[in-house]
């Protein structure tokens, strides 16, 4: 597997609401977006990379529902439109999946669920509009796979800067 500057590993963190905690649990999988297969990514001791890991889950009212497919169409669908409005589309992205199971003080047992990492490598895209389009990304994943929330954790070179809940948007 090449090297990928993101962490993919176990993350738990305490939200305002309780603790959230998600194990990965099964192979990694890299999807290209676009054209070309893998964009030019920096490593050693060139310039940080930002990331975003966006964790789903796959049930709706504690019923599985969803595959780890589902969410990928979704994500590729937003992300190539995302790419098309910078004018990048030729440089095509990619995206790294992992099914794994989370656990909220609210649930009595693990939901399966995904997650999906997401690395800022298109020339010329500020992180603050990338910080943007994940959260566009991720409220749209909450709508289509009808989810209360999305949790959204941001990355440098593979560290948590910081962490989120997404919600759906007010209609």
Same mark, same amino acid.
């Given at each position: ?6 962490? =993919?590993?176990? =993350? ?13 649990? #099964? ?30 889950? $796959? ?20 992300? =190539? ?7 990048? *589309? ?11 199971? *989370? ?20 020339? #010329? ?12 990304? #991720?409220?749209? $994943? ?9 949790? *959204?954790?941001?990355?440098?070179? #593979? ?5 989120? =809940? ?6």
């Amino acid at each position: 597997m090449p090297h990928i500057p993101a962490n =993919l590993g176990r =993350l738990e963190v305490l939200l305002l609401d309780g603790w959230f905690t998600f194990r990965p649990n #099964g192979p990694v999988t890299i999807a290209a977006i676009g054209p070309r297969r893998n964009p030019l990514v920096p490593t050693g001791d060139t310039e940080s990379i930002h990331g975003a890991r966006l964790i789903v889950g $796959l049930a709706v009212g504690g019923v599985p529902t969803w595959e780890d497919n589902d969410v990928i169409k979704i994500v590729k669908r937003v992300r =190539l439109a995302q790419l098309r409005r910078h004018g990048t *589309y030729r440089s095509g992205a990619t995206v790294i999946s992992q099914r794994g199971l *989370y656990l909220t003080d609210k649930l009595e047992e693990d939901e399966r669920s995904v997650q999906v990492v997401i690395l800022n490598t298109v020339a #010329g895209v500020a992180q603050k509009e990338f910080h943007k389009e994940m959260i566009e990304l #991720g409220e749209e $994943l909450c709508l289509q796979l009808k989810q209360d929330s999305v949790l *959204y954790e941001r990355q440098r070179d #593979g560290r948590t800067v910081r962490v989120w =809940l997404i919600v759906p948007p007010n209609e």
